[in-house]
């Protein structure tokens, strides 16, 4: 356990923003910046990553500062302190996500521990999964981790939701690869082979031929847009769809938003501890008619935050990430 003096508390502090930056965000945009001032830490939103086209609302980006929260969080109670978490506590301020606060805390316990070490082995997915099934267990475990923080999990059995949500998926691809802003926003999160910059997609974190997944196929984006970057697709894999699954919210907010890139994070920490992969479709989500639709006919009413797939694969893409200076004030 870390020391409680002064010195201690900064290591902490400077190890709790080295873990967020780990975070997943929308193509890797990164859209946060952290202030960091004695025992405390200042979540922001960094608005110049927002993406314009497909999140003009933020909530896209304030979904990847909770995911990046949450890292902050664990991390803390790794070193055995206690976060002491306000989300959004100056109205004047939009920009200010979080504050938290380092308290005095406990040993952390093995379920902390299991988390916070898979927070620079977790990586996105972006093509099919083996043909072997997730454990039920599992799934029921995966539920269980995002019900604190405020996220409902659920897991789509049914083939006819299944369906509607890969023709979804496939039908917003298809609109936005024909829409000249959407895809040139998408091209600048792209990074090209031998890229120097620590943001975006690498060629490492993709397919150069995206494959159908089977039974049902959910669209990848196009990074590549027509230049041959990317990794060979791997024989060894079935292109399972896998284990496809909505996250969503009662609520639609900005607290809502933040609280679901919580509960996203904790259960991919947890997934990424067993070995299962998570591969995301937000193309849908990024249509508000479509969004709507899913929230009535697919959630139940409830807010849609993320479609996502789930799988065990053979290896997993590299990613890349910014130096703590960068994002550090």
Known sequence: MNSRTSEGIAQAVKAAVEAALWAPSIHNTQPWSFGVSGDEICL???????????????????????????????????????????????????????????????????????????????????????????????????????????????????????????????????????????????????RPPGSSRRDGVPPGGYPNDPRRTYPQHFAQRDYARGHEWGQAPDERLSASTGLVALLSTGGDDREDWLRAGEALQRMLLHASAYGLSVAFHTQALEMPELREFICTHVCSGESPQMIMRLGFVIDEGGSVRRAASEVME
């Not at 302190?81 to 316990?109: M, N, Q, S, W």
């Not at 521990?113 to 972006?126: C, K, Q, S, Y």
């Not at 072997?132 to 083939?159: H, Y």
């Open 44 to 190: 922001r939103a960094d608005p110049d990553r927002k993406l314009r086209v497909s999140d003009p609302t933020g909530r896209q980006m304030t979904i990847s500062c909770g995911a990046a929260l949450f890292n902050v969080r664990v991390t803390l109670q790794a070193l055995g302190y206690e976060p002491e978490v306000r989300r959004f506590p100056d109205p004047e301020r939009p920009l200010l996500l979080a504050r938290i606060r380092v308290r005095p805390g406990h040993e952390p316990d093995e379920h902390i521990r299991l988390l916070h070490a898979e927070i620079e082995r977790r990586r996105t997915h972006r093509s099919g999964f083996t043909a072997l099934p997730v454990p039920d267990r599992l799934v029921d475990a995966l539920v269980a981790e995002a019900e604190p923080e405020g996220g409902r999990l659920t897991p789509i059995t049914s083939e006819a939701a299944t369906r509607v949500l890969a023709a979804l998926t496939g039908a917003a691809q298809d609109v936005q690869s024909e829409d000249r802003q959407f895809v040139l926003e998408l091209m600048r999160w792209a």
